[in-house]
């Protein structure tokens, strides 16, 4: 790697090491001051409702929760190399600018992620959005920054 490539690659890195502090910070707070299951209105249709996903999507396909924790972990870590080598080519392209800054988002964000993967089991999630009496979905700082990372994929193209 050139000193060049190796200087633009460190601004995407500085977007990803903020993405996974600020998740870290906002998870640990929660984890310290809210039990599990609770949930706190903040406002009409946003609570906080402190929980942990273990990827109910793979456990519909593979009923054991560890094997699908594993291919989790798998899936995680190729996505995520793949997306460091992308951002690390295009690091010079000036066309590759917003492109880079999506990508350093979902980075982020699935880094922060992984790592609850790893070291929970499962993924703390506390935003909870509800309408009426369903709940939406619940997410988490780093589930914003992919979801965000993702539009502006879709949005350049």
Same mark, same amino acid.
């Given at each position: 790697m050139s000193n060049g490539m190796? $200087?633009?690659?460190?601004?995407?890195?500085?977007?990803?090491?903020?993405?996974? =502090?600020?998740?870290?910070?906002s998870k640990q707070w929660i984890? $310290?001051?809210?039990?599990?299951?609770?949930?706190?209105?903040?406002c009409p249709g946003v609570n906080i409702f402190y929980t942990l996903n273990y990827g109910s999507f793979f456990r519909i396909i593979l009923p054991q929760q560890e094997l699908s924790r594993k291919i989790l972990i798998i899936m995680d870590i190729i996505v995520?190399?793949?997306? #460091?080598?992308?951002?690390?080519?295009?690091a010079n392209d000036p066309d590759s600018y917003w492109k880079n800054i999506a990508l350093a988002l979902v980075v982020g964000g699935?880094?922060?992620? #992984?790592?609850?993967?790893?070291?929970?089991?499962?993924?703390?999630?506390?935003?909870n959005f509800v309408i009426i009496k369903w709940n939406? =979905?619940? =997410?988490?700082?780093?589930?914003?920054a992919i979801g965000s990372g993702l539009f502006l994929i879709i949005a350049s193209v």
């Open positions: 190796i $200087h633009s690659s460190l601004r995407y890195l500085w977007i990803i090491s903020s993405i996974i =502090l600020i998740d870290w910070i984890i $310290h001051c809210f039990f599990m299951k609770e949930k706190v209105g903040i995520i190399l793949i997306l #460091l080598l992308i951002i690390a080519m295009k699935g880094l922060s992620n #992984l790592y609850d993967l790893i070291r929970y089991g499962g993924i703390i999630d506390f935003i939406l =979905l619940t =997410l988490n700082i780093a589930d914003i």
